[in-house]
């Protein structure tokens, strides 16, 4: 069974940075496994906010509201996938979820992990 665990999430001044972290467990051939960070509120509901394939090209797509202050990045080996989160704003606060999607499309998900952007 496929398990993820979030960790990283916590409360940060507007324009700080913070990185979260998954850790997959279950997991046999993590590579095949599309990563992705989602986020939600109970005003926006719940967003993607990027994800990068498995592949050796670590290709990676980035909604435009964080594009240029989050970068994704994965460690197959370790079977992890972190999100670095710069310049943060009110707006960033969510609770931020990490999924893995397989090749016949299931995916799972982690608990979550809370960010709050708070002067």
């Known amino acids: 069974q496929v398990q993820l665990v979030e960790s990283g999430g916590g409360l940060v001044q507007p324009g700080g940075s913070l990185r979260l972290s998954c850790s997959a467990s279950?997991?046999?051939?993590?590579?095949?496994?599309?990563m992705k960070w989602y986020r939600q509120t109970p005003e926006k509901g719940r967003e993607l906010v990027a994800a990068i394939s498995g592949s050796a090209y670590y290709g990676t797509t980035y909604a435009d509201s964080v594009k240029g202050r989050f970068t994704i990045a994965r460690d197959n080996a370790k079977k992890t996938v972190s999100l670095q989160m710069n310049s943060l704003k009110a707006d960033d606060t969510a609770v931020y979820y990490c999924?893995?999607?397989?090749?016949?499309?299931?995916?799972?998900w982690g608990q979550g992990t809370s960010v709050t952007v708070s002067s």
């Open positions: 999924s893995a999607t397989y090749t016949n499309g299931k995916e799972y």
């Open positions: 279950g997991v046999s051939a993590f590579s095949l496994y599309v």
